[in-house]
């Protein structure tokens, strides 16, 4: 276990131990503590098939495991975990586990389609090294576009830092290359750059290739990063590479900001138990009642909100969505022809799916940070009213605008491995615990893409088989432009709408259930406190000066639980 993970758990056990004193609930910190436990750093190792991804791990391993020289047809991506008991684990569909020996890579292979990824499990001293990253060999950009898309969807929101391979023989970053950097970047992931087969070219050559490749990576992610180039020998680079990777910063960032945020919300509620200790029972009861009204007011907004997804949200998303993506193949119509004479229908495909794919990841990114913003901004505006009220109760002025800026960090955050979108999201009822588990934009994204991607890939054999069925036979360049922009294009877009409109609206009517649901919580904790308060008071709380004594020495010890554990540089 990190340093950094076990000082969270053991913050977060002591921070328990003190709510226990007070009698505040502590099934948030449970969840956080399971959370912290579980997590993993996964680093993905990405490149176009024959890049030497493989060849490389097995090298490092010092080792022949991954297969080597395999179709892209079988690739499947594989992740690589150290345990005394060496075997492979199989996960399927629906995430049941098959497993096989270390030898059975052949009868696994044969099985590709069947599984979503593999753990390989090895009693590997070097696997064993670089605990707690977990390296995951990735399926190449050309292999089949369901295995490749599967394998970005399952780690895109998931990896924590990726290493990226491609070949002197490519001589550059291809635009797939591209692409997928790109898609990196926009879920806020940093990685590192390998040319790998450099033993295949002089010299010269190679440094001439770094070189261009560094500029490219310059003119298209304004980054200044070194390419390494590594040939027959490259396991010390790749090593080097992977032990300079820091698990404790990274681990630190996913989960800092979210315990300062815990930590800041329980002594708010510590202050307004304190607060209500000092009122009388008028006072007390006057607040609760007008917490009430705005939790009424949270959700009458929430029921209009829910009967106006169409018009309001969705409609102006989806068409959005569609035109970017429509304009981005047209854009790149020439490019596609091209791919379609060199390379088939399967290369055409290949290249569509990754434009759509790319613009999906980016446009529905946006779309839907734009409508968790607003409707984040809406809610805000109905406890306005709060204010007065509850700035007697020690709370500060400006907590509201707190709330909102954490409710927009929570579902608009590009660094939080606390996502759990939403195996349980058509469940209405647990709308009120849902975003609890930190569901963000990214996660909606990934949720909505998947099977858009699935459409795409279903359909496009069909729709561009008119392509294949006459223009290719005359290898005409002009004429696969003409059936791209007049019958391809507009069957895509025809394709992802019809499944966008049910997915992004369902995903919309979540967004504003939990966004609800996080308003209603923070004004039912406070109303909670405030009743707990007042029952005791008039009940069992002899000594009000040393009830209020009580709560004091409990913020105190939090506060340098916190100052000790979370408000602290590690760096």
């Known amino acids: 276990m990190l340093n950094v993970q076990k000082e969270f758990k053991d913050y977060l056990f002591s921070l328990k131990n003190e709510l226990g004193k007070i009698n505040f609930p502590v099934q948030e910190n449970e969840n956080l503590i399971k959370t912290i436990e579980n997590s993993e750093l996964l680093v993905p190792i990405i490149g176009a098939f024959s890049a030497g991804k493989s060849s490389l791990i097995n090298e490092f391993l010092e080792r022949d495991i991954l297969p080597v020289g395999i179709t892209p047809e079988t690739s499947l991506a594989s992740e690589l975990r150290f345990s005394e008991n060496e075997r492979v684990e199989a996960i399927t569909s629906n995430n049941s586990v098959v497993q096989y020996k270390i030898s059975d890579f052949e009868e696994i292979k044969s099985k590709a389609r069947e599984y979503k990824f593999i753990r390989v499990y090895l009693n590997n001293k070097k696997v ?23 394998a970005i969807i399952n780690y895109i929101n998931i990896g924590v830092h990726y290493i990226v391979l491609t070949s002197v023989e490519e001589g550059n970053i291809t635009r797939s290359m591209v692409l997928q950097l790109s898609d990196i970047q926009e879920y806020g992931r940093d990685f590192s750059f390998f040319l790998s087969k450099s ?104 029921d209009k909100m829910l009967g106006e997804v169409q018009s309001k949200y969705s409609d102006k998303g989806i068409n959005s ?137 279903i359909f496009l054999p069909n729709i561009l088989s008119a392509i294949f069925g006459a223009a290719q036979k005359k290898k005409q360049e002009e004429e696969i432009k003409n059936h791209l922009l007049t019958n391809a294009i507009p069957s895509i877009k025809r394709e992802i709408r019809g499944k966008l ?71």
């Open 199 to 302: 033993n295949l070219r002089a010299d010269q050559e190679v440094n001439e290739i770094k070189e261009k490749i560094e500029e490219q990576l310059n003119e298209f992610f304004d980054l200044t990063k070194s390419t390494i180039p590594i040939g027959n020998n490259g396991s010390d680079a790749f090593e080097n590479v992977i032990k300079a990777i820091e698990p404790e910063e990274l681990f630190s960032k996913l989960f800092q900001d979210k315990l300062k945020d815990n930590y800041l919300a329980i002594i708010e509620n510590i202050n307004v138990a304190i607060s209500a200790l000092k009122k009388d029972k008028n006072e007390n009861e006057s607040t609760i009642s007008e917490l009430n009204k705005n939790i009424d007011n949270i959700n009458a907004r929430r």
């Open 128 to 150: 064993k090294s670089i605990e707690p990253l977990i390296l995951v060999d990735m399926p190449g950009f050309n292999s089949p576009l369901d295995l490749h898309s599967q």
């Open 501 to 571: 409109q049910e997915l992004f609206t369902e995903n919309v009517n979540t967004l504003i259930q939990q966004i609800s649901a996080k308003f209603e919580d923070e004004l039912k904790e406070k109303k909670e406190s405030i009743q707990k308060i007042q029952i005791e008071k008039q009940s069992n709380i002899s000594n009000i000066e040393e009830e209020i004594n009580k709560y004091s020495l409990a913020k105190d010890e939090i506060t340098k639980l916190a100052n000790n554990y979370i408000f602290i540089s590690r760096n």
């Open 321 to 457: 969505i569609i035109d970017s993506v429509g304009k981005n193949l047209s854009n790149s119509v020439e490019e596609l022809s091209k791919s379609a004479i060199s390379g088939g229908q399967e290369s055409l495909a290949q290249n569509i799916s990754e434009i759509v794919r790319h613009t999906l990841i980016t446009k529905l990114k946006s779309s839907i940070d734009d409508v968790s913003s607003k409707v984040i901004d809406e809610f805000a505006i109905e406890m306005k009213n709060l204010n007065a009220n509850l700035s007697s109760y020690s709370i500060s002025e400006d907590w509201l605008a707190n709330i909102t800026t954490t409710a927009k960090k929570m579902f608009g955050s590009t660094n939080d491995l606390l996502t759990n979108m939403v195996k349980n999201r058509k469940t209405v009822e647990n709308a009120g615990k849902l975003f609890k588990s930190v569901t963000t934009v990214l996660a909606v994204t990934t949720t909505v893409l998947a099977p858009i991607l699935e459409i795409v890939i």
